[in-house]
């Protein structure tokens, strides 16, 4: 049943999301690299796993 609502939301966001994202004048290549640095930058602010 879990598996099933959490299939069905992905499925949702992905049809409302990419079709916004379609439609944005953006870079996805530099906006990803972008995600990636902030990522990293984040992961070294949480300092090592306990």
Known sequence: MLG???RHH???EQDKLFA???QADIDLREFG???????SELAGEAGPPN
């Open 33 to 39: 690299a972008r995600l990636a640095e902030r990522k």
């Open 20 to 22: 916004k994202v379609r």
């Open 4 to 6: 099933d609502y959490v």
């Open 10 to 12: 992905i499925c949702d």
